[in-house]
């Protein structure tokens, strides 16, 4: 199987500068596992949206698949709290 590649959107990158160091090593961390997998356990497809979401701790981490170019496009990290208000 392929790996995706990963492209985060700017805002998203500095989104993940405002998150303090021991949370942000391990968001990161979780993001480089989607290039292996997109669909692991524990994604959930967001309802009536094409994007997926991906817990890591309190932090949200919204992503788009691109399967026919194999892409993930990183959309939106955050807090739980706040991750899903527009």
Known sequence: MESYR????KSAAKEIERIEKKDRIRI?????????DPYQAGSKKLSGQ??????QGNYRILYQVINDELIINVVKIGHRRDIYKK
Do not use: T
């Open 6 to 9: 990963i492209v985060i959107k």
């Open 28 to 36: 990161v961390a979780k993001i480089r596992s989607l290039a292996s």
């Open 50 to 55: 094409e994007k997926y979401r991906i817990r």
